[in-house]
């Protein structure tokens, strides 16, 4: 018994030792934690993630072989940088591929340059986002602030050295392609010949004067003596604001009695024309001691009905008058159907041969007749045909209407080179409202022109065989008799007239 008790004792002591020493290896919880190695395990990253917001056309409005920029905005919702490629769709073809950077949150912008041929309306798509193009045939268009009306009394005015006569053009709507300037000038010089050796200088200037867009020279000659509208080609200068028109003629300082002179208009509320020296205007101001240059610029931009001035100093939309009738009508088969038969130094008018002859007997002479028997016409469409029968291939001949009397009418003139314009008699007071300009659509030579003319308001659109040739706009005469006019060069000039017709919605009597 004894000595079995003597061995457990040991034993047991043993066990309580060795638990004391692996408690001894354990901090307490109070002591500082161990430290532990870095993780080498990288948080994961989000790929990159794009989506096109939107597709917009920078240009409000497109033409017909005119360049339209596509702008694509892309977004990148991911967490990593990366190339995202646009593909531009065009009616679900694809056109052009581009690729663009962009980091993480960002958004960047892709562009594209569209050209269409043809009018219409197109679907561009960029990824999900779309929208839609609009491409516009270009329409002929006139800018022009005077009505042609001058002092036949007063040629003109110059300026000698290097100034030049400015005008400030705002276009109808935009990008507007300027084709022509068209100038009403006159020139003086000691020998004619020296037309052809003196030169003025047309430039066209940017917005803000600070760029020539075109620039040339052209001779004296085209104004001989008391001149009169002439047209300047321009080889199509697109632009998309605002532009100003510099003529400088090159006149010499007086006393020389050589010069070339710009027409001018009075206006007292006058702020579009100025005096510059290379484009850059007098005194800062464009007012001109209430003188308006007679300039303006011709050429094609977007349809008028897309323009939303109230203001347009000229249209080209063709004019409509609801449900026209004929309300005047005569072939002159019938010599007592009111058009004055008389014989005179100047002139013999008569019937022949269902025609109605005019016989011009001297030279640079107007002569004319309207029929008071046919009443008088506020808004209506005129039709004749003319031809000429004898004379200079220079010969001027037309239609007159809203004839008031002798001293008062307007006037749509052709000539036998295949020439227009469109005037007015104003108390005697002879001025342009379109400029002498030729047209492929007038029969040269003896053939026979169908002439039409049609009056709404303010607005006198002119035809040539079927074809428009201009509008204007002029509040001058708001009704008149209808007729006939001849210009004659030299002598013995003929021109022969036939079915004439008026149609109108209202027609009223004198």
């Known amino acids: 018994m004894k000595r079995s008790t003597w061995y457990w004792i040991p034993l047991s002591g043993l066990s309580i030792l060795l638990v004391s020493s692996v408690m001894a290896c354990t901090p307490p919880s109070s002591s500082a934690p161990t430290t532990q190695p870095p993780s080498t395990e990288q948080p994961e990253q989000k790929p990159a993630q794009f989506e096109v917001s ?13 360049p339209a920029t596509v702008i694509a905005t ?3 919702s991911g967490g990593s940088a ?14 052009e591929r581009k690729d663009v950077s962009v980091a993480p949150g960002a958004s960047a912008e892709v562009s594209f340059h569209v050209t269409k041929t043809s009018a219409g309306n197109y679907k561009l798509s960029v990824g999900e986002s779309s929208t839609l193009l609009d491409v516009y045939d270009w329409v002929p268009q006139t800018i022009q602030y005077d009505v042609g009306t001058y002092n036949i009394q007063i040629i003109g005015t110059y300026i000698y050295g290097g100034g030049g006569h400015i005008v400030h053009f705002t276009p109808l709507a935009l990008p507007f392609k300027i084709q022509k300037i068209s100038i009403s000038a006159s020139t003086n010089v000691k020998n004619v010949a020296d037309l052809s050796e003196r030169m003025f200088t047309v430039r066209i200037w940017n917005e803000h004067k600070t760029q020539q867009l075109w620039s040339d020279e052209f001779p004296w000659s085209l104004f001989p003596g008391e001149g009169g509208w002439q047209d300047i080609d321009v080889p199509d200068v697109i632009v998309d604001g605002d532009f ?12 020389s009695k050589e010069y070339m002179a710009i027409r001018f208009e009075e206006s007292k509320d006058e702020s579009r024309s100025g005096i510059s020296w290379m484009g850059q205007v007098g005194r800062g101001s464009y007012a001109v001691e209430g003188k308006r240059w007679l300039i303006r610029v011709k050429g094609e931009g977007p349809p008028t009905t897309l323009v939303q001035e109230e203001d347009q100093t000229e249209v080209t939309t063709e004019l ?6 004929l309300v ?18 100047e002139a013999d008018y008569y019937y022949r041969d269902g025609e109605f002859h005019v016989l011009v007997k001297v030279e640079d002479r107007w002569v004319w007749r309207y029929n008071q028997n046919a009443g008088r016409f506020r808004d209506f469409i005129i039709e004749g045909d003319a031809r000429l029968v004898s004379g200079s291939k220079y010969t001027v001949y037309g239609l ?8 008062n009418f307007y006037t749509f003139l052709i000539s036998a080179d295949g020439r227009y314009q469109v005037g007015k008699l104003l108390i005697g007071m002879s001025s342009w409202l379109h400029g002498v300009t030729g047209s492929a659509f007038i029969e040269t030579g003896n053939r026979t022109n169908r002439l039409k003319v049609v009056c709404k308001n303010s607005q006198i659109e002119v035809f040539a065989n079927g074809h428009h040739l201009t509008t204007v706009v002029d509040d001058s005469f708001v009704d008149g008799y209808v007729g006939m006019v001849i210009y004659a060069y030299e002598p013995d000039t003929h021109v022969a007239f036939d079915n004439f017709k008026v149609y109108s919605p209202s027609p009223e009597t004198p």
């Open 74 to 76: 892309v977004t990148n």
């Open 328 to 345: 005047y009508e005569d072939n002159f088969s019938d010599p007592d159907s009111g058009w004055e038969q008389t014989s005179g130094e």
């Open 54 to 66: 939107e597709v917009s056309v920078e240009s409000g409005t497109t033409m017909v072989g005119h």
């Open 82 to 95: 990366g190339a995202y490629t646009a593909c531009l769709m065009v009616d679900g073809q694809e056109i």
């Open 244 to 255: 100003h028109v510099e003529i400088v003629t090159n006149s010499d300082e007086p006393p």
């Open 320 to 325: 409509i008058i609801p449900s026209p009738k």
């Open 400 to 407: 007159i209407f809203r004839c008031k009397d002798n001293n």
